[in-house]
């Protein structure tokens, strides 16, 4: 279990002794128990419950504990703080499904580049608690209240930033603020709070409003949306990049564009950038499309004074070949070209390709990848092997 409150252990344990003298086996064993991730230790995953108070859609007050994971590099820091905001299901059990979010992923991509990363896992999502929904923003497609969830999202983000605080390695005074779909959504939001220390905010595919199994393509109310994020241009105050593909099923091609439109007339500061159709549904561009986002996204970071990591000891490139253009890689097999050399494309950065004159080959990331990569190709070809591509460059010379 991730969380021994003095409580919920008396609940559980008061439903297991009710389930013994009924002679029926307690509720949660009616499916296999879900064993809990194991914690990356390698990126120092740690997990804590903080109180949050969101205004429902009724108006109420609601105060409730959000589930916060949090990863953080190796060192005593401080280290710049990246805050992550997980999306939304259309679907309530769905969005029970996963007891906590951690974008592991994500984490070790932003840790290679020395941050600290920190994912709410909201009110209204897996053990955070299903009921009350703060995110719930009305019956009517038509007519959809969309500043009631993104408040909440806010004042999710607020509270993250607050615990950041506290920790001793955590420099929150360079802050950036991200989101996938509807978090992608908050950090749109984010960018008018005008908190201290927040630098930019990364939009990922955001919305709001997308069923894609009903109405692909067709969010509800985004004439709505798009006034919401009119008025959130405004207010804006630090710069942002909007990454999209052209087949996301939850807002289209075009939708993106429009709101990226109305934010950027009413004062925002935002770069678009719109990628091919990514597999079967652009909204995946996350998880699916870093080949196309990374080097995008990096070139954003590098402009706010992150520059991306390195490998030791590169050479200096040629230009024998484009790095992506396979064909032109020597003396390997085909299936090299089509596999093995994609994989290394699709590998974040540092990393190292190598070749030796038999075909053999290696691939490694890393900061010490070139080293690496060469002396793996040459365990496997029993001579010696060259880099032809480190990084984002070919260093290949014939």
Same mark, same amino acid.
């Given at each position: 279990?991730?969380?021994?409150?003095?409580?919920?252990?008396?609940?559980? +344990?008061?439903?297991?002794?009710?389930? +013994?003298?009924?002679?029926?086996?307690?509720?949660?064993?009616?499916?296999? %128990?879900? @064993?809990?991730?194991?914690?990356?230790?390698?990126?120092? @995953?740690?997990?804590?419950?903080?109180?949050?108070?969101?205004?429902?859609?009724?108006?109420?007050?609601?105060?409730?504990?959000?589930?916060?994971?949090?990863?953080? !590099?190796?060192?005593?820091?401080?280290? %710049?703080?990246?805050?992550?905001?997980?999306?939304?299901?259309?679907?309530? =059990?769905?969005?029970?499904?996963? %007891?906590? *979010?951690?974008?592991?992923?994500?984490?070790?991509?932003?840790?290679?580049?020395?941050?600290?990363?920190?994912?709410?896992?909201?009110?209204?999502?897996?053990?955070?608690?299903?009921?009350?929904?703060? =995110?719930?923003?009305?019956?009517?497609?038509?007519?959809?209240?969309?500043?009631?969830?993104?408040?909440?999202?806010?004042?999710?983000?607020?509270?993250?930033? @607050?615990?950041?605080?506290?920790?001793?390695?955590?420099? &929150?005074?360079?802050?950036?603020?991200?989101?996938?779909?509807?978090?992608?959504?908050?950090?749109?939001?984010?960018?008018?709070?005008?908190? !201290?220390?927040?630098?930019?905010?990364?939009?990922?595919?955001?919305?709001?409003?997308?069923?894609? @199994?009903?109405?692909?393509?067709?969010?509800?109310?985004?004439?709505?949306?798009?006034?919401?994020?009119?008025?959130?241009?405004?207010?804006?105050?630090?710069?942002?990049?909007?990454?999209?593909? *052209?087949?996301?099923?939850?807002?289209?091609?075009?939708?993106?564009? &429009?709101?990226?439109?109305?934010?950027?007339?009413?004062?925002?500061?935002?770069?678009?950038?719109?990628?091919?159709?990514?597999?079967? $549904?652009?909204?995946? +561009?996350? $998880?699916?499309?870093?080949?196309?986002?990374?080097?995008?996204?990096? *070139?954003?970071?590098?402009?706010?004074?992150?520059?991306?990591?390195?490998?030791?000891?590169?050479?200096?490139?040629?230009?024998?070949?484009?790095? $992506?253009?396979?064909?032109?890689?020597?003396?390997?097999?085909?299936?090299?070209?089509?596999?093995?050399?994609?994989?290394?494309?699709?590998?974040?950065? %540092?990393?190292?390709?190598?070749?030796?004159?038999?075909?053999?080959?290696?691939?490694?990331?890393? =900061?010490?990848? !070139?080293?690496?990569?060469?002396?793996?190709?040459?365990?496997?070809?029993?001579?010696?092997?060259?880099?032809?591509?480190?990084?984002?460059?070919?260093?290949?010379?014939?």
């Amino acid at each position: 279990m991730l969380f021994s409150h003095p409580i919920l252990r008396s609940v559980a +344990l008061g439903a297991a002794a009710l389930a +013994l003298m009924l002679c029926v086996p307690p509720a949660v064993a009616q499916d296999e %128990p879900q @064993e809990a991730p194991k914690l990356a230790e390698d990126i120092h @995953e740690t997990v804590t419950k903080l109180p949050v108070t969101v205004i429902l859609f009724s108006g109420k007050s609601y105060t409730g504990d959000m589930i916060l994971t949090y990863f953080r !590099p190796n060192g005593d820091g401080p280290f %710049p703080v990246v805050i992550m905001n997980h999306g939304r299901s259309a679907a309530k =059990e769905e969005r029970g499904a996963t %007891p906590r *979010q951690r974008y592991t992923s994500v984490a070790r991509y932003w840790i290679r580049r020395g941050f600290a990363v920190f994912v709410p896992t909201r009110l209204g999502y897996g053990d955070a608690g299903l009921d009350p929904d703060p =995110e719930y923003a009305g019956p009517q497609c038509s007519d959809r209240k969309f500043n009631v969830p993104l408040g909440a999202m806010l004042k999710h983000i607020g509270a993250t930033l @607050e615990f950041a605080k506290t920790l001793p390695w955590a420099d &929150t005074k360079r802050v950036i603020v991200m989101g996938q779909s509807y978090g992608g959504f908050a950090s749109i939001g984010a960018s008018a709070e005008k908190w !201290p220390g927040v630098l930019a905010a990364i939009d990922f595919a955001g919305g709001a409003g997308g069923d894609p @199994e009903h109405h692909p393509g067709q969010p509800c109310s985004p004439s709505q949306l798009t006034a919401l994020l009119a008025d959130v241009g405004k207010r804006a105050s630090v710069p942002m990049i909007w990454l999209c593909a *052209q087949n996301d099923q939850y807002w289209g091609a075009e939708w993106p564009r &429009t709101w990226h439109t109305a934010y950027v007339k009413a004062g925002g500061r935002a770069e678009l950038k719109t990628f091919p159709p990514v597999a079967d $549904d652009g909204h995946k +561009l996350l $998880d699916k499309g870093l080949r196309l986002w990374r080097p995008v996204l990096d *070139q954003f970071m590098a402009k706010l004074g992150f520059p991306p990591p390195k490998s030791k000891g590169a050479p200096t490139p040629t230009d024998f070949a484009r790095l $992506d253009d396979a064909s032109k890689l020597p003396f390997v097999k085909d299936s090299v070209k089509t596999d093995g050399y994609q994989k290394f494309l699709d590998a974040d950065l %540092p990393r190292a390709f190598a070749i030796g004159s038999k075909g053999n080959w290696a691939w490694k990331i890393g =900061e010490n990848a !070139p080293k690496e990569a060469l002396e793996r190709c040459e365990q496997n070809a029993k001579e010696p092997c060259r880099l032809y591509a480190v990084d984002d460059a070919v260093v290949w010379k014939p």
